[in-house]
């Protein structure tokens, strides 16, 4: 009993940590990129400041996803039916 309280209570903190994680990665996002697309508007006519925008966006994207356990790639769900499969496998 007392092994599964100590699994169960490290792996919420490790969440909370990602947690954590995104809402300073946020912050950052949210500070950063106003700040280069003034840059981009007072320096140049083209808009390179869309560039990290979007390719920070997009690793934002996934760090939310790692924080709140959102993929649809190799989610929970994925992760039971292997193991299932696994385990109905004779050859395995």
Same mark, same amino acid.
């Given at each position: ?6 699994? #169960? +209570? @490290?792996? @919420? ?8 994680? &995104? +809402? ?12 280069? @697309? ?16 979007? %390719?920070?966006?997009? %690793? ?6 790692? @924080? +709140? %356990?959102?993929?649809? &790639?190799? %989610?929970?769900?994925?992760?039971? #039916?292997?193991?299932?499969? &696994? ?6």
């Amino acid at each position: 009993m007392e092994n599964s309280k100590e699994h #169960r +209570y @490290a792996r @919420a903190k490790e969440r909370v940590e990602h947690i954590k994680s &995104f +809402y300073s990665n946020l912050t950052a996002y949210c500070l950063v990129i106003p700040l280069l @697309a003034y840059l981009n508007f007072r320096t140049t006519e083209f808009p390179w400041a869309i560039f990290p925008a979007i %390719g920070w966006g997009l %690793g934002l994207v996934g760090h939310w996803m790692t @924080a +709140y %356990g959102h993929n649809p &790639f190799f %989610g929970k769900e994925w992760e039971e #039916r292997k193991i299932q499969e &696994f385990m109905d496998d004779k050859e395995f």
